[in-house]
């Protein structure tokens, strides 16, 4: 699992069938808690995700898994949103 950024929102009218009902949104992953990696991702949304929100995402065959659909072009899935994040660090 990796955590992101929600930037935005995909719509594609013409669209493989198995995508058909899947909310997409555009993600920016986080490198650290500050900060971002270059490079945007696609995610399929099934926990009502919005823009801003911090987001737990799943990859590959665990996406398809969570959606429920084992068949479904999907690389990545929103599997959860994101309350705080808690880090400790030695110093």
């Given amino acids: 699992m990796e955590i992101a950024r929600v930037i935005g929102n995909v719509w594609a009218t013409k669209k493989d069938q198995k995508l058909n009902g899947l909310k997409l949104l555009v993600l920016k992953v986080l490198v650290d808690k500050e900060r971002e990696k270059e490079g945007l991702i696609v995610a ?35 599997i959860g949103i994101v309350d705080s994040i808690e880090v400790f660090e030695d110093e």
């Fill in 44 to 78: 399929s949304d099934i926990v009502g995700a919005g823009v801003g929100d911090l987001v737990l995402i799943s990859k590959g065959g665990s996406a398809r898994r969570a959606v429920g659909n084992i068949d479904a072009p999907i690389d990545a899935a929103v």
